[in-house]
């Protein structure tokens, strides 16, 4: 089963997959995790592609080590599923390419970014009593509704917004309250942005092009993320409450991006996954695959406040 | 800069990205005094304000992942304003 072990060295990686069941399989893992200190990557050949979709949707924030996790389970029990990685089959590919572009933004981030430091992320996250959170006003009475994102939000510190490990979809599309419900024309201000961590030097992350926000396209509502302003429109069915995303996306990126670039997104809030899949096909054979994995509301009568939690893959073709 | 595009004949160039969005909605509404008594009423204003948080986290394939897993690596913030077509 297993096809494929390699990555990079990962202290404790080991003892990481120490308490996982004793499966053939695993045992070789084990051995190679324990003995070379090698990332193992559990590759689980299928034809069955909705396998795939699912064990990614589950894990798609964590797709390595956690579907490794799982694979060991479901191995256990001896069901056969695939990994994200037949996705991912170029994945020991390099795909970080560097061009002149990417090197003015870096530069462009790095002489900004010396603007900022700790103490500013703070500023950034309070200064407006509309941000993070109209929730704050309201912690003293729901500090554990919406699984204790008021109380995240409202502390004002960007470290609690932290990653979810397990992210399970629900069960039905994200309904909006009444108050939102319509054909609203949205205004977005970029308003700054931190650099939470104190474990990476900034520097170290800068250098990263492959990070989220420092390419267009890497988040798929915002496609642009350094635009002072872009616009979008938000269109919710005055009787369900669904929103419609199809509409929200393509107005978004089309804003950001400044032409018409969304050639087809593929979507459908009715079936079994309504959160799950989103697609986006552009010109030029750029192909961006969103799963949007987790999603936590609350609603209150004049407020709402909700996490949307995504993996965005983002694929290109040779360019000839 | 926007993506780039495969250097390698026949490989597609991927990259996986994990972020989370935080929004949060307000509905506007204005309050009226009354001119003859101390009640006030408040009206809609057919517009909402709120902000956007989205956080970014390292993607489990980064050699850095486990430096920092969990807490957000970038956080961009963005303002909202939302006006109601009539």
């Known amino acids: 089963m297993i096809s494929l072990a390699r990555g990079a060295a990962i202290p404790g990686m080991h003892t990481r997959l120490a308490h996982l069941e004793t499966d053939a399989s695993l045992l070789a ?4 995790a324990a003995g070379s200190r090698i990332f193992m990557i559990i590759h689980f050949k299928s034809p069955n592609s909705n396998a795939v ?4 949707l589950f894990f798609g924030g964590s797709r390595f080590y956690f579907s490794s996790f799982f694979a060991a389970f479901v191995t256990y029990c001896h069901l056969i599923v ?7 089959n170029n994945h020991h590919q390099p795909i970080r390419s560097i061009d002149n572009d990417v090197v003015t933004r870096q530069q462009l981030l790095q002489q900004s970014s010396s603007l900022f430091s700790a103490t500013t992320a703070a500023a950034i996250l309070a200064a407006s009593t509309s941000r993070p959170a109209n929730a704050a006003a309201s912690t003293t009475t729901t500090s554990t509704a919406g699984g204790g994102l008021a109380r995240r939000l409202s502390s004002r510190d960007p470290g609690q917004l932290t990653n979810r490990i397990f992210n399970i979809p629900p069960k039905t599309p994200q309904i909006y309250p009444p108050f939102a419900r319509g054909v609203w024309d949205v205004t977005m201000t970029f308003s700054g942005y931190t650099f939470p961590s104190t474990t990476i030097p900034t520097n170290q992350l800068i250098s990263n092009s492959d990070i989220p926000g420092f390419q267009k396209l890497s988040i798929a509502m915002l496609g642009d993320v350094g635009k002072a ?10 009787s369900t409450g669904y929103e419609n995303r199809i509409l929200s996306y393509t107005s978004s990126i089309t804003s950001h991006l400044g032409y018409d670039a969304v050639r087809e997104i593929m979507y459908n809030p009715k079936d079994n996954s309504p ?16 799963i949007s994995n987790y ?3 609350h609603v209150n009568p004049n407020y709402c406040y909700y996490q949307r939690q995504q993996s965005l893959s983002v694929r290109s073709m040779y360019d000839k | 800069m926007t993506f780039s595009l495969s250097r390698e004949y ?22 009226v005094y009354g001119s003859t008594t101390t009640t006030t009423t408040t009206n809609t204003t057919n517009k909402m304000t709120g902000n956007l948080l989205t956080a970014v986290y390292l993607d ?9 897993p969990s807490k957000p690596i970038v956080v961009y913030s963005h303002d909202l304003v939302a006006m109601k077509r009539q």
Not at chain 1, 53 to 56: G, K, L, M
Not at chain 1, 229 to 238: G, P, Q, R, V
Not at chain 1, 285 to 290: D, E, L, N, P, Q
């Open chain 1, 229 to 238: 302003t872009s616009s979008y429109i938000l269109d919710i069915d005055t």
């Open chain 1, 82 to 88: 695939s990994t994200a990685l037949s996705l991912n």
């Open chain 2, 60 to 68: 489990a394939q980064d050699p850095l992942y486990f430096n920092e």
């Open chain 1, 29 to 32: 893992a084990l051995g190679a």
């Open chain 1, 295 to 297: 999603i936590i509301m």
């Open chain 1, 275 to 290: 959160n799950r899949y989103l697609y986006f096909l552009y010109p030029n054979v750029r192909v961006m695959r969103i």
């Open chain 1, 53 to 56: 979709s699912i064990i990614q």
């Open chain 2, 10 to 31: 026949g490989i597609a160039r991927q990259v996986i990205g994990n972020y989370a969005h935080y929004w949060t909605w307000k509905e506007d509404k204005e309050e």
